[in-house]
C-alpha cells in the first residue's frame, strides 16, 4: 500500500544506523520523502514531513516544551500518545494549517522536551503537570483560548486540561483512550501477551529502564511494529 512506502524506509534506515529515539525513525522518514517527491513521489501520495512548520523550544516552568507550529487561523493543540511524538501529526496537521495555526507538542518525557525526574511517587508526570506545561505552552505563544485534540495518552492529559483550565479550551476532540482499569482487572493470559508492555512498564525503576536501555532499537521495533 502506498502509505507504507515511508514506513518501510525508516524502519530499514532505523535498523542500519542504529537510531535510539523515535524522532531519529521520523526525521530519517523525512528525508525520504523529500526525495521521493523530488523524484516525482506525489505519485505515490508521498506527504512532505511538516511542510512549512516551524519548529521551536518553548520555555514553560520547569523546562522547555518542543513544538512544531505552523498553519493560519483559530489555534489548535495538537497531543500525541504513548510512545509518539509531535511527529505523529504529520499528516493531519499539513491538512488542517489552512484552517486553524497548528501547535504540535511533544509532552513533558516525550521526543526533545523537557524531561523532569520523576521522584518517588511520579508527580511529575501526572496529568495535572503536563496538562499545566500545555496550557504554558498556549499562553507563552498567545493563545489563551484555543481547541484541543488528543489521543491516547495525551487524550488523558486534554482531559485534565480541560478540567483544570476550562476557561481556555474552546472544544476538545479525543481519540483512542483504552479502559486502563477495567483492562488491568480484566486482563487474562492473552491480553498479557499482546499489551507486555504495559506490564513492564509498571515495574519499579530501574528495572524497566535498564532492559530497554539495553538495546533501545529491538524494544521500539518490537513494541511498535509488532
Known sequence: PRGNVIFRVVLIFGRRFGAQRQEEFLLFGRHASQQLVQRGGDEFGVVA?????EERMVPVPGGEIFCRIGGDGPPLLLLHGYPQTSALWHKVA?????HFTIVCADLRGYGRSHKPAGGGDHAAYSKREMAADMKAVMSALG???FYLGAH???ARVS???ALDHGDSVIALATLDIAPTREMYRDGDS?????YWHWYL???AAPFPERLIGGDPDYYWLKKCGS
Do not use: K, M, N
Not at 49 to 53: D, H, Q, R
Not at 190 to 194: L, P, V, Y
Open 49 to 53: 514531513f511538516f511542510a512549512g512548520f
Open 94 to 98: 499539513t491538512r488542517l494549517q489552512d
Open 143 to 145: 493563545h489563551e483560548r
Open 152 to 154: 491516547d495518552r495525551g
Open 159 to 161: 482531559h485534565r486540561l
Open 190 to 194: 492473552d491480553f498479557a501477551q499482546t
Open 201 to 203: 512498564l509498571t515495574q
